[in-house]
C-alpha cells in the first residue's frame, strides 16, 4: 500500500498544482483543504522543498509553492523521495537492490518470476506521470460527475 506520507504528499502537490499560483499557500490552507494533520504536512512539505521540488516564504503571506513546473515533477521519483523503494522484493528495486536471502537462483524464483511483471507495470506507470498529469486526470474526473477524486489518493 502507498505510504500516508506518499498519500499526503500527493494531495498536497495536486492542491498547490490546481490553486497556488504564483502566490504562496499557507500550509494551513492546504492542510485544511485536504484533511491532512498540519503538523505532519509541515514535515512532508519541508522533505519536498529540501529535495528541490518546492519553496517556501516565512511569515505574514507566506506558504509553499511550487519551484518545479508540474509538468517537471515526476510522482515515481517523487514517492521514492519520501517513501523508499517501490518494489514488492529487494531484488526487484532500483534504488535498492540487494538479492533476497533465500534465492538460490533468480532467474527461475518463482516469487520474482510473479512479481516482476506487475512490478515493471506499476514503474512504468508512475515514473511516466507527472504532476499535470495527475491533474489533468482529476479534472477529466471532475468533469464526469465526481466532486473532489483529489480526495481519494
Known amino acids: 500500500m502507498l505510504p500516508m506520507k ?36 509541515e514535515a512532508i512539505l519541508l522533505e519536498l522543498r529540501n529535495a528541490g521540488i518546492l519553496a517556501s516564504r516565512r511569515g505574514k503571506g507566506g506558504g509553499y509553492t511550487l519551484l518545479l513546473t508540474p509538468e ?23 534504488t535498492a537492490y540487494h538479492r533476497c536471502p533465500e534465492c538460490v537462483d533468480e532467474g ?16 512504468a506507470s508512475l515514473d511516466q506521470t507527472t504532476l499535470a498529469d495527475l491533474v489533468r486526470r482529476i479534472e477529466r474526473a471532475a468533469g464526469w460527475g465526481f466532486k473532489d477524486i483529489a480526495s481519494c489518493i
Open 6 to 41: 506518499s498519500r499526503y504528499a500527493l494531495k498536497a502537490l495536486v492542491h498547490l498544482a490546481r490553486f497556488g499560483g504564483d502566490a504562496p499557500v499557507p500550509v494551513s490552507a492546504i492542510a485544511q483543504a485536504e484533511t491532512i494533520p498540519a503538523k505532519f504536512l
Open 72 to 94: 517537471k515533477i515526476g510522482l515515481g521519483n517523487m514517492i521514492r523521495l519520501l517513501s523508499g523503494p517501490l518494489a514488492p522484493l529487494p531484488c526487484l528495486s532500483k
Open 108 to 123: 527461475t524464483c518463482a516469487v520474482r518470476l510473479l512479481m516482476a511483471e506487475s512490478h515493471a507495470a506499476m514503474l
